[in-house]
């Protein structure tokens, strides 16, 4: 009888089991893995968090999706390239060994053109959000991208010099670096063929003692410094020291609450360009982005924490949001999870983003021609919208 009740019980343990594996089976159902490609340690991991925080906001609105009259769940796997290019190639391959249909990022432009390669020798096409470097799509017919480009924001940022009367200007960037380099070169080429004088200089990665170099800068009337958010407040307190009065210009990675938290009252004067402003209703999209994501921010500390402390809208979470919403319509266009057809796809998406219309040239860059022009509010603490400009103005 003993026996009995084992070969009983054993039955049923068996029977249960399969029923859960049955029913795990029909839970997981169909899956579209979309891959996230972004910096969540090293000197990029503020932006890259931010960037992220965009991308999931739109994943909790869109999680699924219909491909061939069937019902596919999206499936977001995320990567930590370390804001390395020498490790960004193996966060690549972890997505192309996951099988991923579509990669999204990266928040900083040497990353994305080290990856670059691994993404089309594999045909699955990368859908660049702040990588504003023109090697990134240079090419490269799997890699798009939903922001403005270097040439036309140093181009923007020398204009500025101008319009404040600005005849001779520093130029910092950081050595080996494709994004601070290439934006560099860009401004001191606008400045310098509208009539102007620059200074230039350069520092190491890691370095954080730039005491001598912006000596260099004492007797400038301003200083453009495209760097990260972990050193610029770095720079911006040790120009004080040397220059009290310049301006300090910057560009798009300096939006991060990091920024004005480190270089407290010394962040006089600073002024940068940027891909989106969350005061801007002309949008409606834009609004309802912006209600929405605050919300989803407010309701977990730890989207709090990613986004820098507080629920201020960085521009780069609207372009993670855009970024995540054309691989949806390009998914759509395609109806196929495979890479290619997607590829195809997103050469003719055209949609009304939270940033603004967006469509891709046939590089693959966004048609995109205005930024957002910042700066410092020291004594609120936060950032302050003074205009739009586009590359002509």
């Given at each position: 009888m003993k026996r009995m009740h084992k070969i009983i019980a054993l039955l049923m343990v068996?029977?249960?089991?399969?029923?859960?594996?049955?029913?795990?089976?029909?839970?997981?159902?169909?899956?579209?893995?979309?891959?996230?490609?972004?910096?969540?340690?090293?000197?990029?991991?503020?932006?890259?968090?931010?960037?992220?925080?965009?991308?999931?906001?739109?994943?909790?609105?869109?999680?699924?999706?219909?491909?061939?009259?069937?019902?596919?769940?999206?499936?977001?796997?995320?990567?930590?390239?370390?804001?390395?290019?020498?490790?960004?190639?193996?966060?690549?391959?972890?997505?192309?060994?996951?099988?991923?249909?579509?990669?999204?990022?990266?928040?900083?432009?040497?990353?994305?053109?080290?990856?670059?390669?691994?993404?089309?020798?594999?045909?699955?096409?990368?859908?660049?959000?702040?990588?504003?470097?023109?090697?990134?799509?240079?090419?490269?017919?799997?890699?798009?991208?939903?922001?403005?480009?270097?040439?036309?924001?140093?181009?923007?940022?020398?204009?500025?010099?101008?319009?404040?009367?600005?005849?001779?200007?520093?130029?910092?960037?950081?050595?080996?670096?494709?994004?601070?380099?290439?934006?560099?070169?860009?401004?001191?080429?606008?400045?310098?063929?509208?009539?102007?004088?620059?200074?230039?200089?350069?520092?190491?990665?890691?370095?954080?003692?730039?005491?001598?170099?912006?000596?260099?800068?004492?007797?400038?009337?301003?200083?453009?410094?495209?760097?990260?958010?972990?050193?610029?407040?770095?720079?911006?307190k040790q120009l004080r020291a040397v220059n009290k009065d310049c301006l300090i210009l910057a560009s798009d990675t300096w939006e991060n609450g990091k920024i004005i938290e480190n270089a407290g009252d010394a962040a006089t004067n600073v002024y940068f360009s940027t891909f989106f402003d969350e005061n801007d209703d002309s949008n409606t999209k834009s609004k309802e982005f912006v209600d929405g994501y605050k919300k989803w921010l407010n309701s977990d500390s730890a989207n709090l924490n990613n986004n820098g402390g507080d629920d201020t809208v960085a521009a780069v979470s609207a372009l993670g949001y855009d970024a995540y919403m054309a691989a949806i319509e390009a998914i759509k266009a395609a109806d196929s999870t495979d890479g290619t057809a997607i590829r195809d796809a997103l050469k003719d998406v055209e949609m009304t983003g939270v940033t603004g219309d967006l469509s891709f040239d046939e590089k693959g860059d966004a048609n995109k021609n205005m930024a957002y022009i910042k700066t410092i509010d020291v004594e609120n603490e936060c950032f302050k919208f003074l205009k739009t400009q586009t590359i002509a103005e």
């Open positions: 068996l029977v249960l089991a399969v029923g859960m594996l049955a029913g795990c089976g029909a839970e997981k159902g169909k899956v579209i893995k979309i891959g996230i490609f972004e910096p969540g340690t090293g000197e990029n991991a503020g932006g890259g968090k931010q960037e992220v925080l965009g991308i999931r906001y739109a994943h909790s609105l869109v999680p699924e999706i219909e491909i061939g009259g069937e019902t596919y769940k999206i499936e977001l796997v995320e990567v930590d390239n370390q804001s390395d290019a020498t490790k960004a190639p193996s966060a690549a391959q972890q997505l192309i060994s996951a099988k991923v249909s579509v990669v999204l990022g990266t928040y900083g432009s040497a990353c994305a053109i080290a990856a670059g390669s691994i993404f089309a020798q594999n045909k699955t096409p990368a859908i660049g959000c702040s990588c504003t470097n023109p090697q990134v799509t240079e090419g490269n017919d799997y890699y798009f991208r939903v922001c403005f480009l270097d040439p036309f924001q140093g181009t923007v940022m020398a204009n500025l010099a101008l319009e404040q009367n600005c005849k001779k200007v520093g130029v910092l960037t950081q050595a080996g670096d494709d994004y601070s380099v290439g934006l560099g070169n860009y401004f001191t080429e606008a400045f310098k063929n509208a009539g102007g004088t620059v200074v230039p200089a350069s520092f190491q990665t890691g370095e954080t003692d730039f005491s001598a170099i912006v000596a260099n800068f004492k007797d400038c009337d301003a200083v453009f410094a495209p760097s990260s958010i972990e050193t610029g407040p770095l720079i911006i």
